[in-house]
């Protein structure tokens, strides 16, 4: 099993920018995909990005050229980096880790965006 933690979520005005951060443990060697996801009240779970091992990145098209998503090995962590921030940003964000036929869920982080 992966354990995942979000941290970085907050509050932060229209244009602002945030960087959230995930940070994995336990049985990490096999993790091949970790992804970011949101889910906004009342709305279902929507995929904002992902990288894979080899630190190749893909965007949702709602985020695409604000969001970056980086991945430190090393440090086990992937990091989302919120840039040009929107109030339909706003929403709980969650981290994902895919590994051979298992999939782990962080708890997530809540990112407010005022108007």
């Known amino acids: 099993q992966v354990q995942l933690v979000e941290s970085g979520g907050g509050l932060v005005q229209a244009g602002g920018s945030l960087r959230l951060s995930c940070a994995a443990s336990?049985?990490?060697?096999?993790?091949?995909?970790m992804a970011w996801y949101r889910q906004a009240p009342g709305k279902q779970r929507e995929f904002i990005g992902a990288?894979?091992?080899?630190?190749?990145?893909s965007y949702a098209d709602s985020v695409k050229g604000r969001f970056i998503i980086s991945r430190d090995m090393a440090k086990n962590t992937m990091d989302l980096q919120m840039n040009s921030l929107k109030p339909e940003d706003t929403a709980v964000y969650y981290c994902?880790?895919?590994?051979?036929?298992?999939?782990?869920w962080g708890q997530g982080t809540q990112v407010t965006v005022s108007s």
């Open positions: 994902y880790a895919r590994r051979l036929i298992y999939t782990d």
């Open positions: 336990g049985n990490i060697l096999s993790i091949d995909v």
């Open positions: 990288i894979t091992s080899g630190g190749i990145a």
